[in-house]
């Protein structure tokens, strides 16, 4: 099973400031990832997937980088819809697929 | 527009058995496998497993396997969790979950609402 494990499990940041979340995978996925965002309350939304590319309707601001075991995204100004918990996930390898634990992105 | 919508919540007792559904509507539900995912109170995203409506291919998370089992209805675009015997640990949200390409297991877009199972004496 592919243990993927993501940093910082909370990450405190000012609106309008830059946020960089981290994903490692415990092998390598390829660029097989996708993030995902979730609010309270709410399911969580698809935002990136083969490691970089936006779904539809996903801001600009919102960028995915990385390959192999190490990945990032990038939230480059946050707003404050932005403050959720995001998720990565790796669809190399299955079963069974496998998600990260989570960074929660709060308000400073 | 691609949907999923599931059932209403549940309360249900220890023993009993469950069955909550997943109806697909502006796709080809056939076509792309469906997962379902566990999130527990103030918890994560598990992976329980996924069905291929078309031929009702079924894969299990190992951690799930043989406690859970998932089935399709592809007449009326319908995915199935079901429970023989439910535990309080078995208390969380479920999601389905449709993934993102045709015949090919990746991504998650879009997701249902979730159904809230609650297990409780």
């Known amino acids: 099973e592919i243990v993927m494990t993501q940093s910082p499990a909370t990450l405190s940041v000012s609106p309008g400031e830059r946020a960089t979340l981290s994903c490692r995978a415990s092998q390598s996925v390829r660029s097989n990832l996708a993030w995902y965002q979730q609010k309270p309350g709410q399911a969580p939304r698809l935002l990136i997937y083969?490691?970089?590319t936006r779904s539809t309707g996903v801001p600009a601001r919102f960028s995915g980088s990385g390959s192999g075991t190490e990945f990032t995204l990038t939230i480059s100004s946050l707003q404050s819809e932005d403050f959720a918990v995001y998720y990565c996930q790796q669809y190399n390898d299955w079963p069974p697929l496998t998600f990260g634990g989570g960074t929660r992105v709060e308000i400073k | 527009e691609v949907l999923l919508v599931q059932s209403g919540a549940e309360l249900r007792k220890p023993g009993e058995s469950l069955k909550i559904s997943c109806k697909g509507s502006?796709?080809?539900?056939?076509?792309?496998?469906i997962g379902w995912v566990r999130q527990m109170p103030g918890k994560g995203l598990e992976w329980i497993g996924m069905?291929?409506?078309?031929?009702?291919?079924?894969r299990y998370s190992p951690s799930f396997q043989g406690q859970v089992t998932i089935s399709a209805d592809k007449s009326i675009s319908t995915a199935y969790l079901q429970w023989s015997s439910l535990k309080a640990s078995d208390t969380a949200m479920y999601y389905c979950?449709?993934?993102?390409?045709?015949?090919?297991?990746?991504?998650?877009?879009?997701w249902g609402q979730g159904t809230l199972v609650t297990v409780s004496s």
């Open positions: 083969a490691a970089s």
């Open positions: 502006g796709y080809s539900f056939t076509d792309h496998w």
């Open positions: 069905i291929y409506p078309g031929d009702s291919d079924t």
């Open positions: 979950a449709r993934h993102g390409v045709q015949q090919l297991v990746n991504w998650f877009d879009p």
